[in-house]
């Protein structure tokens, strides 16, 4: 079976950094279009960016502009680098295929601070 795991969320005030990262436990990672999402508390979960096999990228109005998504196909794992923080950022972060068919992570919380 399929395991994803996320990594490198933490707390950090407004307008800081962070690299999150998703390894993923198959080789047909390469061949998938990939995706970051987000849950915040008392909401849905919602996609911010994705990342075809190709590498283009499409990004969440929210969050355009200051993240950026990028894959290691070599390694199975994707990231998101997310700059210039906000409080509204606030959520825990998972990685799946675009169309959501792998079993869901634990996630990465990111708490950003005012």
């Known amino acids: 079976q399929v395991q994803l795991v996320e990594s490198g969320g933490g707390l950090v005030q407004a307008g800081g950094s962070l690299r999150l990262s998703c390894a993923a436990s198959?080789?047909?990672?390469?061949?998938?279009?990939m995706g970051w999402y987000r849950q915040a508390p008392g909401k849905q979960r919602e996609l911010v960016a994705s990342?075809?096999?190709?590498?283009?990228?499409n990004y969440a109005d929210a969050v355009k502009g200051r993240f950026t998504i990028s894959r290691d196909n070599a390694k199975n794992t994707v990231y998101l680098q997310m700059n210039s923080l906000k409080p509204e950022d606030t959520a825990v972060y998972y990685c799946?295929?675009?169309?959501?068919?792998?079993?869901w992570g634990q996630g990465t919380q990111v708490t950003v601070s005012s």
């Open positions: 990342i075809t096999s190709g590498s283009n990228t």
């Open positions: 198959t080789s047909s990672f390469s061949i998938n279009a």
């Open positions: 799946n295929t675009r169309l959501g068919v792998y079993p």
